[in-house]
């Protein structure tokens, strides 16, 4: 098993102190990005800067969209799908863990049903690294795994209808552009992701499945 997935994609050895500098600094990053989020959501909009507010900045770090594309690129320019596992899990726990600690002991309210998903979604978020570390290999599962992502971004980007196919922010639209981008390693193989990843949102795009906001 582990040497077929070697040949989706080979780890890249990394020197034990770019280990231990990486690590902490996406646990630093999360903590910024998380008390940064929860100071735009308390903050109302009128008092934000013309430009933060025309950008809806404390909506969109509200919504899942942000997370799963950064988590994603976390993974993926790791050098092995353990580093990537335990990257991305630093990542959130300083990102969940500054957001809620800030909930608590700054704006006063205990958020337990929310607090909880999210909890959920760091302990599980080392599985889904690992596994999307491979995107950007070689085969079959690289596509697919491609085109779930773009798929669960699709589904941040877009609201699709009966009759109608809108963008829902211009914000988690450039995220779906940037995320193709960051995919894309040959042009047959991004047609093959974009196709697979657009059919597979417009499959489920019926069935409502609620994200989590923070």
């Known amino acids: 098993m582990n040497g077929w997935l070697h040949d989706i994609r080979r780890p890249v050895d990394i020197s034990v102190s770019q280990k231990v500098v990486s690590s902490p600094l996406l646990f630093i990053a999360g903590v910024i990005l998380g008390v940064l989020s929860k100071v735009l959501d308390e903050t ?3 008092l934000l800067p013309y430009f933060l507010e025309v950008l809806d900045l404390r909506n969109f770090f509200s919504r899942m969209g942000v997370w799963i594309f950064l988590a994603m690129l976390i993974a993926v320019y790791s050098k092995s799908p353990v580093r990537a596992a335990i990257n991305v899990f630093v990542f ?3 990102m969940v863990g500054s957001y809620y600690l800030y909930t608590v002991m700054v704006a006063g309210f205990f ?3 929310y607090m909880m998903i999210w909890i959920m979604m760091t302990v599980i978020s080392p599985f889904m690294a690992f596994i999307c570390w491979y995107a ?3 085969g079959l599962p690289a596509i697919l795994i491609s085109s779930l992502l773009v798929m669960f971004m699709s589904r941040q980007a877009f609201a699709f209808g009966f009759w109608y196919l809108d963008i829902r922010n211009i914000l988690e639209f450039l995220l779906w552009i940037a995320t193709i981008i960051v995919l894309y390693q040959t042009p047959k193989q ?9 059919f597979l949102y417009f499959l489920t ?3 409502h ?3 989590g906001m923070l």
Do not use: C, D, T
């Open 44 to 46: 109302a909009s009128n």
């Open 92 to 94: 959130f726990v300083g």
């Open 111 to 113: 958020p337990r049903s």
């Open 136 to 138: 950007r290999g070689k």
């Open 190 to 198: 991004l047609i093959k992701v974009v196709a697979i990843g657009m």
């Open 205 to 207: 795009a019926p069935f």
């Open 209 to 211: 499945i609620g994200w």
